[in-house]
Each structure stands twice: as structure tokens, then as C-alpha cells.
């Protein structure tokens, strides 16, 4: 994995606990220009990026390497900055995690992220992402846009109730209870639900699930 982040010491930090935890460390970066570049020479199979670096920042940094699939993004952030949260989200990452997260939920969910699932911070409820979607500085309509709604209508009963289990932020182990079907079956769901929304990532998903009100019965 990759990590960038300014600050020296808090790599350090974290490189520590992540090779503790058996997580091999291929590369920093302390900006997100450099987050790029060594994401396209070294692809790790996750980034642990910080949302607030100087020049480009983890939102930008993370638009293109998800774009360009150079790896998965993880964002290691705060609660306090609502609108910086919800850009990585829009910007592809596939979670996030705070940075009072613990050595042992650090490393597990950057397994969980190589492995193809996503990761919200155990604080992040159905009720966060609305929230985080209300007070988005750009507008954030009550309902999708019209190609997104039209999506959303096209997606099967079963589609939209995966989607309702991505807008209440479960893992695909979560999504496979809920609906009492085997995880490779809700891992396949998960990934048709992604096409057909445009998403690139679970996380991408409960957004557009909680405009579009696709929710838990």
C-alpha cells in the first residue's frame, strides 16, 4: 500500500502500525501530486490518503487515481470537516476511517479494501451520509439527477435492495446476512449495482441511495 499524507511524523506513525500488522508499505507521499505519480509507478492495491495536503489535495489526488484505476483509496480523515469528507467520497474513494482509528481497525480495513469491500468508520450511519450529502457545498438535490434516477428506476428488486444496504454502509458480509444470500452472490449484486449507477465506488452508491431514498425497510 501507499500512503500520503504531509505530515512526516503521522507516516511514520502509521507505517509502523501497518507493517506491524503485516501490511507491506511500498511508498509515501507527502502530497497529493506525488500520491499520483508514485501510485502510477509503484500501483499499490490501496492508497491511505489525507484529505488536506498542500498543492493538489486528497480530493483531487484521489479523482485521478480512481479514474485512472491505480488503486483503491482509503481517506483517513476528521469529522470536523464534513465537506472535505463527502468530496473524497464523490471523488471515488471507497471509505473512509478517522484518525483516531485504532492499530487493529487500521489494518483490517485496509485488508478489507484490498480484498474488494469498502469501509466506512463504525461512527458513519445512514443518518452521517444524509447529513453529509445536506450540507455538501455545492448543491445537493433532494432526489439524483434525471440520468441517475432513471438508473436507480432501472435496477431490479433485489439491486435496489443492495442498494439499501450500501446507503446504511454495510460490507458485503453485512449485505450477504441482510439478505440471507452467500457473500460471492452479494459481492456480484455489489458490483452490477456499481455499473449500472456509474459509481466507482460502494461508498459512490450510498450516496446516490440516500438522495434517491432508497433505504432500509
Known amino acids: 500500500m501507499l500512503l500520503a499524507d504531509d505530515h512526516a511524523a503521522i507516516r511514520a506513525g502509521l ?115 444524509a447529513d453529509l450529502v445536506a450540507a455538501a457545498p455545492e448543491p445537493a438535490p433532494d432526489v439524483p439527477e434525471p440520468a441517475q434516477a432513471e438508473a436507480v428506476a432501472a435496477l431490479t428488486g433485489r439491486e435496489r435492495d443492495v442498494l439499501a444496504c450500501l446507503g446504511a454502509g454495510m460490507s458485503n458480509a453485512d449485505v450477504a446476512a441482510a439478505l440471507v444470500i452467500a457473500e460471492s452472490t452479494a459481492k456480484t449484486h455489489v458490483s452490477r449495482v456499481l455499473a449500472k449507477l456509474g459509481c466507482a465506488s460502494r461508498v459512490q452508491a450510498a450516496i446516490v441511495a440516500v438522495e434517491a431514498g432508497v433505504v432500509r425497510d
Open 15 to 129: 507505517r509502523l502500525l501497518l507493517e506491524q500488522g503485516g501490511i507491506t508499505v511500498v511508498g509515501e507521499a507527502a502530497d497529493g501530486a506525488a500520491a499520483i505519480a508514485n501510485a502510477r509507478a509503484l500501483r499499490p492495491d490501496v492508497v491511505l490518503m489525507d484529505v488536506r495536503m498542500p498543492g493538489v489535495d486528497g480530493i483531487e489526488a484521489t479523482r485521478v487515481i480512481t479514474r485512472d484505476g491505480l488503486a483503491d483509496v482509503l481517506a483517513l480523515t476528521t469529522f470536523d470537516l464534513d465537506e472535505y469528507v463527502l468530496g473524497m467520497l464523490r471523488a471515488g474513494a471507497v471509505g473512509f476511517l478517522l484518525k483516531t482509528t485504532g492499530a487493529a481497525a487500521l489494518v483490517d480495513a485496509v485488508q478489507r479494501v484490498a480484498a474488494g469491500d469498502g469501509v466506512l468508520a463504525p461512527e458513519v450511519t445512514r443518518r452521517l451520509l
